[in-house]
C-alpha cells in the first residue's frame, strides 16, 4: 500500500522559509521520480517541481530561483525548500508519486500560509 506523508506547512511571514517533507512508503523510492504540486484556494491544483531518481530538478517558472527540491533515498522521503516566500505561495502542498499506466499517488497535503 502506498502511501505519502507531507509534513513541515505552517504560518510563515513574506521573505522567511520553510521546508516540507514527504514521507513515502510502499514504493521503491530510490527509482521513482516524485513530484510537488500546489493548490491555492480557488484555484487549480498546479505543478511546483519534480525530481527524478537520478537527481534532476525542474521546476515551475513560478518558484524558480526560490524552491528547491531534494531527496533522500536512505530515508524515502522527497523535501521541498522554499526561500523568499510570498503571499501568493500559500496554498496546500501535495506530494505526488507520478504512475505512468494508471493514478497517480497523492498524500493528504500540508497547508503553507504565507502573510504579508
Known amino acids: 500500500q502506498v502511501q505519502l506523508a507531507e509534513s513541515g506547512g505552517g504560518l510563515v511571514q513574506a521573505g522567511g522559509s520553510l521546508r516540507l517533507s514527504c514521507a513515502a512508503s510502499?514504493?521503491?523510492?530510490?527509482?521513482?521520480?516524485m513530484k510537488w504540486y500546489r493548490q491555492a484556494p480557488g484555484k487549480q491544483r498546479e505543478f511546483v517541481a519534480r525530481?527524478?531518481?537520478?537527481?534532476?530538478?525542474n521546476y515551475a517558472d513560478s518558484v524558480k530561483g526560490r524552491f528547491t527540491i531534494s531527496r533522500d533515498n536512505a530515508k524515502n522521503t522527497v523535501y521541498l525548500q522554499m526561500n523568499s516566500l510570498k503571499p501568493e505561495d500559500t496554498a496546500v502542498y501535495y506530494c505526488n508519486k507520478p504512475v505512468t499506466y494508471g493514478t497517480d499517488y497523492w498524500g493528504k497535503g500540508t497547508l503553507v500560509t504565507v502573510s504579508p
Open positions: 525530481i527524478s531518481s537520478g537527481g534532476s530538478t
Open positions: 510502499g514504493i521503491t523510492f530510490s527509482i521513482a521520480a
